[in-house]
């Protein structure tokens, strides 16, 4: 799983089902120290992440739905956490600001 | 998922089945802010998308239909959404003409 | 879905089983306007395609002999399409020769 | 399977269900001769991984969850294995020190 | 699927259940005319290949066995074929030594 970096928000009316009602979000990838590494993507948020908020990035497996319908789903990219802290080395490479 | 232009369109007579009746729309990888990234790839259209338009690509999922047929059907690019505006830092990045 | 060249054959005797009697070519990946792109990787063959055309490649999906046997089957990279043109810009960028 | 050293932990309070109760750890991917190659991501210890050791990781499979529940879990990043040694050439690359 | 050569041999005594009993290689993906290209991977050997030899190599597909489990295999890396030759342009790019 990607880290990554909550940097903005993309808006789509016109899209696939499986995209319906869902907070897309533009994320960042990140190496632990923080800097950019490789260019952003679209994510779907699964679990509340604000704006500058480290995150946990991957792709969604396959799923039940598919045993159900016609046609493949496309495969979406997740945001599956929220990083608290980042521990390496012995120190503290990354801390959530919570002032 | 990956943000992208729609650059062109591939046309293929002689093509796997999963691919019969699709059209085959060229996209060009982009970062946020529009600029050109890796190599265009060809994609399926699912939802209507135009020359010059930002869309959403991703790849598709796995299938009902694999649990009919003898064979495994090959993965398709797809385009799931047309993007209207992206928003970072507090400013719209991008957003579609509506002229 | 890449575009591709295709730039020879590969043989193979031993081999696994899902690669029986399966045409296995060489392709080069590219660019729409025809450029080398990454390196040559090696492809099941599912159109009757030929040395120099320019192909769609992508990998398999996921299949219903999954469900019937005690192993995972290996992904094949798979050519989907025999290419005859790509439109870009209002122009014709690849036109398949038909001399 | 990529071969990487173990190099610190993440933590995250706010996460997807299939993440609960999961050690995060941070890995590098290496070359062979244990030099980094490309940026550390974040994986799922299935094996008890201690930091600094060199480790197998790879992307879990599709999963019997998938065929019960409403939604696609996300794919997780799992170490799989703890290397001993790896010989190349007739030369031992690398050996786990056991003092 | 990428064309490497075998380099070597790894050992893990602490692994996960799918990698038990199987044999790890190490792999150095090649170009065609069997320049290096990228980083060597782990692979798990399902056609007896030895060092030296040009092999196949690609990721397996999902399983029958996810459907019994509780849990999601990890996808492992695989050795599909041994190489005998490689024919681009007319001519042989690649032959297998059989002295």
Redesign the interface.
């Given at each position: 799983?990607?880290?990554a970096r909550v940097?903005?928000?993309?808006?789509?009316?016109?899209?696939?089902a499986?995209?319906d009602g869902q907070r897309?979000l533009?994320v960042q990838?990140l190496?632990?120290e923080g800097k950019d590494?490789g260019?952003?993507?679209?994510?779907v948020d699964?679990?509340?992440a604000g704006i500058g908020e480290r995150v946990?990035v991957?792709?969604?497996?396959?799923?039940?739905?598919?045993?159900?319908?016609?046609?493949?789903?496309?495969?979406?990219?997740?945001i599956?956490?929220?990083?608290?802290?980042?521990?390496?080395?012995g120190e503290t490479?990354f801390a959530k600001n919570e002032s």
């Open positions: 799983m990607k880290i940097e903005g928000e993309a808006v789509s009316t016109i899209k696939h499986t995209l897309l533009m990838p190496t632990p590494e260019v952003p993507e679209i994510a699964t679990v509340g946990l991957t792709q969604e497996g396959r799923a039940a739905e598919e045993l159900t319908g016609h046609t493949n789903p496309p495969v979406r990219t997740l599956v956490g929220i990083i608290d802290s980042i521990e390496a080395g490479v």
